[in-house]
């Protein structure tokens, strides 16, 4: 009974908020600023500062702001498809930050019986060594996502996690009152990717490329293709443009269970290098009290003092940093971690609002770290780069 009163206040706070867009959009909005072309291994979009945050320490927080994906300028669309789609993004902003807490409260309040009958298959076909709520949390908190479809009177919405290079597919049914979800599903990222492989590696991490640049690239182009695979929908079942998702045996034998390992090989890897012990990993040990020091420094706009030991850091990185809120480095997470044989390198996510992320290379050896470089990789960036060399299919409503 609590929990029906629970989400019936969550629908009224909901509809108050969908009545205030409503009347918001009769102002003209204003213009997203464009990201500035940057080196290539670099891309230095302003991030925003969070709303708010709750932290419980510098590397694993919740906070929460507004959805990656961005409403389209009144003059592309009508006002009413400005609505339609802005009523969208509020609700899967709002499902993917209940979602940090309580998965299952988030699919009471946004998911038909159906759905929710859809993720408990998934709980059962990937979460089979982590409990759900915790793996649909850490999921949907690195995860950026974006809208495809549009035309569609049923669009997608999908969830990109890149450090395990999975996707939740969803599929959005815009009733009158409020949005609803209705289907989803969890791919492998080579599956949108084509090919004869499909390879268990992170798409990011199997690039030669600087691997900050190589994220971006990877973010940016796995968005794209998410989009042109479901584009131009409008009547056709959107699980008819992809052979696996009309597939029972190759989604049970053969996704779902290499879904699981990548999963539970990017949440096992950040688990470690949260837990490590100095005499069980000295190197993982000090890289961790050496990434947090400086996830401190930011949270107090202390970084400066960290110029002269991360030479390499871009000057323009430095301009970045240096328009960052504090409050910023408060929602950061860590993510993945690299050890080589020069040194380690740490990525860190902004829970929710993962428009981009921050890398951090420690350059030595297990006795003797210091700070080199400081990346900042933006998404946006990356997206809007590769727009220009090819027309993207939802060019006003991505990253």
């Keep these: 009974m609590i929990k029906v009163v629970l989400v019936v206040l969550e629908w ?48 694993r927080v919740a906070a929460a702001t507004a959805p990656m994906a961005q409403a389209p300028a009144p ?52 979460w089979t060594d982590t409990p759900p709520r915790v793996g649909w949390s850490y999921f949907m908190s690195s995860s950026v996502h974006a809208v495809a479809a549009t035309e569609r009177e049923q669009p997608l919405v999908a969830f990109y996690n890149p450090w395990s290079d999975v996707f939740l597919i969803t599929e959005w049914r815009l009733d009158e009152d409020l949005p609803r979800l209705v289907d989803a599903e969890l791919l492998m ?98 890289c961790r009290r050496l990434a947090t020091e400086v996830v401190r420094a930011g949270a107090k706009g202390q970084l400066a003092g960290l110029r002269a030991s991360a030479s390499d850091t871009l000057a323009q990185t430095w301009t970045v940093l240096k328009s960052l809120d504090t409050r910023w480095f408060r929602t950061l997470e860590a993510v993945a971690i690299l050890n080589g044989s020069d040194g380690c390198m740490v990525f860190l996510s902004p829970v929710f609002d993962t428009s981009g992320s921050l890398s951090l290379f420690f350059k030595g050896g297990k006795g003797a770290l210091t700070l080199r470089r400081i990346d900042v990789i933006d998404y946006t960036g990356y997206y809007r780069s590769l727009q220009e060399k090819g027309d993207a299919a939802n060019r006003d409503v991505s990253l």
């Design 189 to 286: 990222g080579d599956w949108l990717r084509g090919g004869d492989q499909l390879n268990p590696i992170p798409h990011w991490l199997r690039s030669e490329l600087f691997k900050p640049a190589a994220l971006g690239t990877s973010v940016a182009e796995s968005m794209l293709l998410f989009e042109r695979q479901f584009h131009g929908s409008r009547t056709a079942h959107w699980r008819d443009r992809m052979a696996v998702l009309r597939s029972p045996q190759l989604l049970n034998d053969v996704n779902y269970p290499a879904v699981a390992l990548m999963l539970l090989a990017n949440l096992q890897s950040v688990n470690a290098f949260r837990s490590v012990k100095p005499k069980a990993d000295p190197l993982k040990a000090n």
């Design 75 to 126: 003059s592309a669309h009508g006002q009413q498809e400005q609505i339609r789609l802005i009523t969208l993004l509020t609700a899967v902003g709002r499902f993917k930050e209940l979602s940090l807490s309580n998965y299952e409260r988030a699919l009471l309040m946004f998911a038909t019986e159906p759905a929710a009958a859809k993720f408990r298959q998934l709980d059962e076909a990937v």
């Design 12 to 59: 009224a706070a909901y509809a108050i908020t969908a009545i205030a867009i409503g009347s918001v959009l009769r102002i003209p909005l204003v213009e997203q600023p464009q990201a500035p072309k940057q080196a290539p291994h670099y891309s230095g979009a302003t991030m925003q500062a969070p709303t708010r945050d709750t932290a419980s320490n510098l590397l």
